[in-house]
């Protein structure tokens, strides 16, 4: 069976997403006018994107298509 690449996201791409996450979360969690509990839990959720963020750097899949991006 067949999957086309198109339904998963490429490496270039994720990081982008990760950012946008991020900065929606600490909007989140910086918002003194939401209930603590929304905040801490944007809190946490910044932690876990902060988790796999940290282990793109450790993929040699990034690695690799970081160091493509800087040779032309």
Not at 11 to 32: C, G, K, M, Q, W
Not at 60 to 66: E, G
């Amino acid at each position: 069976m067949e999957m086309s690449s198109s339904t998963r996201a490429l490496v270039h791409e994720v990081i982008p997403y990760i950012d946008v996450l991020t900065s929606h979360l600490d909007d989140f969690a910086d918002n003194l006018s939401l209930h603590p509990t929304v905040r801490a839990a944007a809190q946490r959720g910044r932690e876990v994107l902060n988790k796999y963020y940290s282990r793109t750097d450790e993929s040699i899949v990034y690695r690799i298509a970081m160091s493509a991006s800087f040779h032309p």
